[in-house]
Structures are given as structure tokens and as C-alpha cells.
């Protein structure tokens, strides 16, 4: 749960919930004019597939552009995925290094508790902090 709410967090600062619904309406939109430019596409499903084609750059060929709008609106969706994954990936990254460096804090926490109570600690205790700290050497 504490992750999810911290990938919640990441996504909102960096903006990325509004970058992937603005691009979610991009896609729709972009498939809506597909669909009323090109007359070989007659029905919104198949601009639809149209545009998965083109943002996947798997370019199938089943479906083509051949006016000059859907060719435009077709380069202008390959370059707005282009940068979505871009975004979408430093997020993640961002998103992992965080966790990294959180859990990196509790355990630099957790060894500097037990050794304020150094003295209390039992035989058992000291030698798994021994143990420890030979792995960090």
C-alpha cells in the first residue's frame, strides 16, 4: 500500500496523470478524425486499429493514410507516443529509485536504533548486527 501511494504521488508531481489522459484523448480523438479524413475507413473501430498500428510502430498495412491530414495526424500520434513512453519510463525508474532508497533509510534506521541500545541488546542480537556489517565491507 505505502508503495502504491508513493507511485501515486510520483505520478501526480511529475504531471504524468494529466500527460497519459491527455494522450488517452489524443488517441481517441486522433482515431475520430482518422476515421472522417481517410475513405478507405468507414467505421470508428477500424481507425481505432488504425491508430494502435501506428502508435505500437508495428504498422501493419492492413489500414493506410493516404490524405494528407491522417498522414500528419499519424506522424503527430508516433511522435506523442514517443514521448509518453519516454515520460512513462522516468517515472518508473524515479518510482523504483524512491522505493530503493526508502527501504535503504529504514534498514540505516533500524541499525542506528539498535545501536543506541547497544548495551540492552542480547549475545544473539550483537552477532546478527556483526553480521551485518561484514556484508557492507
Known amino acids: 500500500m505505502k508503495k502504491l ?4 504521488m510520483i505520478l501526480k508531481r511529475t504531471k504524468a496523470t494529466q500527460i497519459l ?4 484523448v489524443f ?5 475520430a478524425i ?15 486499429w ?9 504498422g501493419f498495412g492492413d489500414i493506410v493514410a493516404i490524405t494528407f491530414i491522417g498522414k500528419l495526424v499519424s506522424v503527430l500520434l508516433t511522435i506523442y507516443t514517443i514521448f509518453v513512453v519516454a515520460i512513462v519510463t522516468g517515472v518508473v525508474v524515479n518510482y523504483y529509485g524512491q522505493i530503493v532508497e526508502m527501504q535503504r533509510r529504514e534498514t540505516a534506521m533500524m541499525f542506528l536504533d539498535k545501536l543506541e541500545r547497544l548495551p ?9 548486527i556483526s553480521k551485518r556489517v561484514k556484508k557492507f565491507r
Open 5 to 8: 501511494k508513493l507511485l501515486w
Open 120 to 128: 540492552e541488546l542480547s549475545k544473539e542480537e550483537l552477532e546478527d
Open 50 to 58: 488504425y491508430c494502435y498500428a501506428v502508435l505500437s510502430t508495428a
Open 27 to 31: 488517441l481517441f480523438v486522433s482515431a
Open 21 to 24: 489522459s491527455g494522450y488517452i
Open 34 to 48: 482518422i476515421q472522417l479524413v481517410e475513405p478507405d475507413i468507414n467505421h470508428y473501430g477500424d481507425a481505432l
